[in-house]
Nanobody, 120 residues
């Protein structure tokens, strides 16, 4: 299984980014999938998850601004991020996950992540 994140960058507050997670060796349609982030000095946290059936959940801090989705034809997991805030600055990772969707536990190894930096 290999998950490769991309799409991060340096943006001003209020801007948008679209993160993508390219998957190989795993079918995203038969796994719960999640986006996680880790800010400097903080623990990694789940920000969004999507179930096998397409149900989505979001952390309170990102709900209404982040949208998680699966592109079936490309076997990629995307995260559309709008209205970025400085507190969204973090390394973002994707992973297959399991358990209760609101607390989806990572199942796959972490990739290299993609850095999102938001300037005020």
């Amino acid at each position: 299984v290999q998950l490769v994140e991309s799409g991060g960058g340096l943006v001003q507050a209020g801007g948008s980014l679209r993160l993508s997670c390219a998957a190989s060796g795993i079918n995203l349609n038969i796994n719960h999938m999640g986006w996680y982030r880790q800010a400097p000095g903080k623990e990694r946290e789940l920000v969004a998850a999507i179930s096998i059936g397409g149900r989505t959940v979001y952390a309170d801090s990102v709900r209404g601004r982040f949208t998680i989705s699966v592109e079936n034809d490309k076997n990629t997991l995307d995260l559309q991020i709008n209205s970025l805030k400085p507190e969204d600055t973090a390394m973002y990772y994707c992973a297959a996950c399991f358990g209760i969707l609101e607390d989806c536990k990572p199942l796959t190894n972490w990739g290299q992540g993609t850095q999102v930096t938001v300037s005020s």
